[in-house]
């Protein structure tokens, strides 16, 4: 079901049509992949949502919007690494009560997968780069692509290792919940000071 190299492609796929329609989109073969692209739509409308807070003459009104945008896809996007977290742990084979209870990997697979959806998004706008500007310009972000790829591939290795250390009993992960506070308006002084009481 994990296969980092699949989740890579989707990513690449995804983020590939999203910038450019007539650019095959990604099909889903189980629900398990559109989950994984459920949570890359959140990172790349993210994305760019933030690049338009950074548009230096929005308009504050526009800035608030998008502000609001950010902090909602920012929302769904940790919710959606559960999601893929909660459908992992589905799978995870039960031990035999005389084995050793194996140590826990420190991050979960789903937030793994987060981290390569960020990568995707910065390889794709990083290529962009080689196509513009400077001599210069160019040969500093080759110099940023290789670093960015070389990342990629080491997390997508680690991904793999990971679920297959989990299937063998090697290793182990928990369900680690946000527990985002600044959307929640009984947790957020900022709302809960405007509800009434």
């Not at 250390?165 to 308006?185: E, H």
Request: charged share 25%; proline share 8%; hydrophobic share 40%.
């Amino acid at each position: 079901m994990l296969n980092a190299s699949h989740i890579v492609a989707l990513h690449d796929q995804f983020t590939a049509h999203g910038h450019d329609p007539a650019s095959p989109a990604p099909l889903p073969v189980s629900p398990f992949d559109q989950l994984i692209l459920d949570q890359h739509r959140a990172n790349f409308e993210l994305w760019h949502r933030e690049d338009d807070a950074r548009d230096p003459h929005a308009s504050d009104a526009t800035i608030v919007q998008v502000k609001h945008d950010i902090d909602r896809l920012n929302q769904l996007r940790n919710d959606l690494a559960e999601q893929i977290d909660i459908a992992l742990l589905k799978l995870v084979p039960v031990l035999a009560p005389n084995h050793p209870s194996p140590p826990f990997n420190s991050e979960s697979p789903g937030l793994i997968i987060d981290r390569l959806s960020i990568l995707a998004l910065k390889i794709f706008h990083t290529e962009e780069q080689l196509h513009r500007s400077t001599p210069e310009h160019q040969d500093r972000n080759q110099g940023r692509l290789l670093v960015l790829n070389e990342q990629r591939t080491d997390l997508a290795g680690c991904l793999d290792d990971l679920w297959s250390d989990v299937l063998a009993g090697r290793r182990r992960f928990k369900l680690y919940r946000q527990l985002k506070m600044y959307n929640d308006p009984t947790l957020n002084p900022v709302l809960y000071a405007r509800s009434p009481i």
